[in-house]
């Protein structure tokens, strides 16, 4: 994602950077620059670009978009480009296509490079409010990188980092081998190993997230995915069904080194071709891999709901 965000990678995947940082290995995401949007304006499917900050300290460690407004209700079949909503954060080869039943990221084949596609909301999510996507992800499995969706500060500054995400990491190279082998000692820290599927949560200052791992048969066919942020905690549900529920509770805004006014959570979306253990690896995939996103929502916890 790539956005954390998956930063982390180029989105702010930093989070399961770090549950490996707190099984042994260096700090996370904090040291990996951001990829920069590289891709051709014809990849973005008509979504204007997000854009870049300013030079200075925070163009290195806050990768959101430039303008971001008041929590408010909004919706969207994603059949055309929302640029009042959202905005895409591309790199490489990942590109968006907006079609009559909705709006397919995808990256291509590849065998070196980091591909990226990527959407960004323009609109603040604080405590009270649910998000929630319906999302075909058929074409996901066997991906040796990452996906997700769901809501995330996207700062690089760790400590500030929030994310609350359905997230997928996996890779079959000897990597993720090796990422198995920790897997007692993730489980103790953080209740599960970030490899796989599973949802995520980073708060404020905790440098630990916690994770839930869920059964891949999720990702089968078209899913409802609502996460939903309270004043006791953060919950996840699939379809109107509870599947994870964390007493971790967001903030509303984070404040980052040099940049000049407070960062809200926003809802974030991406496919990469990278693995996250605990930087982010560039990994060869054979096949090309999508997901569609079909429908969205978000607003109040009462008027918002799990399931279309």
Same mark, same amino acid.
């Given at each position: 994602?790539?956005?954390?965000?998956?930063?982390?990678?180029?989105?702010?995947?930093?989070?399961?950077?770090?549950?490996?940082?707190?099984?042994?290995?260096?700090?996370?995401?904090?040291?990996?620059?951001?990829?920069?949007?590289?891709?051709?304006?014809?990849? %973005?499917?008509?979504? !204007?670009?997000?854009?870049?900050?300013?030079?200075?300290?925070?163009?290195?460690?806050?990768?959101?978009?430039?303008?971001?407004?008041?929590?408010?209700?909004?919706?969207? %079949?994603? @059949?055309?480009?929302?640029?009042? %909503?959202?905005?895409?954060?591309?790199?490489? @080869?990942?590109?968006?296509?907006? !079609?009559?039943?909705?709006?397919?990221?995808?990256?291509?084949?590849?065998?070196?490079?980091?591909?990226?596609?990527?959407?960004?909301? !323009?609109?603040?999510?604080?405590?009270?409010?649910?998000?929630?996507? @319906?999302?075909?992800?058929?074409?996901? /499995?066997?991906?040796?990188?990452?996906?997700?969706?769901?809501?995330?500060?996207?700062?690089?500054?760790?400590?500030?980092?929030?994310?609350?995400?359905?997230?997928?990491?996996?890779?079959?190279?000897?990597?993720?081998?090796?990422?198995?082998?920790?897997?007692?000692?993730?489980?103790?820290?953080?209740?599960?190993?970030?490899?796989?599927?599973?949802?995520?949560? /980073?708060?404020?200052?905790?440098?630990?997230?916690?994770?839930?791992?869920?059964?891949?048969?999720?990702?089968?066919?078209?899913?409802?995915?609502?996460?939903?942020?309270? @004043?006791?905690?953060?919950?996840?549900?699939?379809?109107?069904?509870?599947?994870?529920?964390?007493?971790?509770?967001?903030?509303?805004?984070?404040?980052?080194?040099?940049?000049?006014?407070?960062?809200?959570?926003?809802?974030?979306?991406?496919?990469?071709?990278?693995?996250?253990?605990?930087?982010?690896?560039?990994?060869?995939?054979?096949?090309?891999?999508?997901?569609?996103?079909?429908?969205?929502?978000?607003?109040?916890?009462?008027?918002?709901?799990? !399931?279309?």
């Amino acid at each position: 994602m790539c956005m954390v965000s998956k930063g982390f990678r180029h989105g702010v995947a930093a989070a399961a950077v770090c549950l490996a940082t707190a099984v042994g290995s260096v700090p996370v995401g904090v040291a990996a620059a951001e990829p920069k949007p590289t891709a051709p304006a014809s990849s %973005d499917g008509g979504l !204007r670009p997000c854009g870049k900050n300013p030079a200075g300290l925070q163009n290195q460690i806050y990768f959101g978009t430039k303008v971001v407004e008041a929590p408010r209700t909004y919706a969207t %079949d994603f @059949r055309r480009p929302d640029n009042k %909503d959202f905005c895409s954060y591309n790199v490489a @080869r990942g590109n968006l296509r907006y !079609r009559p039943d909705g709006l397919t990221l995808a990256i291509p084949p590849n065998t070196s490079g980091a591909n990226n596609a990527e959407i960004l909301s !323009r609109v603040a999510f604080p405590k009270g409010r649910r998000s929630t996507v @319906r999302v075909n992800a058929d074409r996901i /499995k066997g991906l040796n990188g990452t996906v997700g969706w769901g809501v995330a500060t996207r700062t690089l500054e760790y400590p500030q980092l929030q994310v609350a995400w359905f997230f997928y990491n996996d890779t079959d190279s000897e990597l993720g081998k090796l990422t198995t082998q920790l897997k007692p000692i993730a489980e103790h820290l953080a209740g599960g190993l970030p490899k796989g599927f599973f949802a995520m949560v /980073k708060t404020e200052n905790n440098l630990i997230p916690r994770v839930m791992p869920l059964p891949m048969s999720l990702l089968d066919g078209t899913h409802d995915y609502a996460v939903t942020a309270s @004043r006791s905690g953060t919950l996840f549900a699939v379809d109107g069904k509870t599947v994870a529920d964390f007493d971790m509770v967001l903030s509303d805004t984070v404040r980052v080194i040099g940049y000049d006014k407070p960062v809200p959570l926003i809802f974030q979306t991406w496919v990469d071709s990278n693995y996250w253990f605990p930087y982010p690896i560039k990994q060869q995939n054979p096949a090309g891999h999508s997901y569609r996103l079909e429908r969205f929502a978000e607003g109040p916890v009462a008027s918002t709901p799990t !399931r279309f």
